[in-house]
């Protein structure tokens, strides 16, 4: 996960997918599925939007304890619909966050809920 948080260039990326993708398939990371997802949507967002959604929903679905990987995960949804000008859809991401986060009062929080609001 950290190897993929230090993605510099589009090879990287290539390689990085293949390990991701080999990695959701080992029965161990089973825990860690909601991260793997998560950052693999990232890794494929700039190349293919549709894929980073659906890999963000898997992250979503696989998510079970973690509140703080379920709100990055709605983020990261919100802001894929957004830039498409889906805005009901992105702001019901959004509401979704703030019905789970636990801190209202963070900046990102904040800000999160000025663009709702918009």
């Not at 080999?22 to 029965?27: A, E, G, N, T, V």
């Not at 509140?67 to 919100?78: M, N, P, W």
């Amino acid at each position: 996960i950290e190897k993929a948080k230090n993605v510099s260039n589009k090879e990287e990326a290539t390689v990085t997918i293949e390990v991701f993708n080999k990695l959701l398939k080992d029965r161990d990371n089973r825990p860690y599925l909601d991260q793997l997802n998560y950052h693999l949507g990232l890794l494929v967002k700039e190349d293919n939007s549709e894929e980073a959604i659906t890999y963000f929903k898997q992250s979503l679905q696989h998510s079970r304890k973690d509140d703080f990987q379920k709100e990055l995960s709605y983020e990261a949804l919100g802001n894929s619909f957004f830039d498409k000008t889906t805005f009901l859809v992105a702001g019901a991401y959004y509401d979704s966050i703030l019905q789970i986060t636990q801190s209202h009062n963070t900046k990102r929080v904040r800000s999160i809920k000025r663009k709702r609001d918009k």
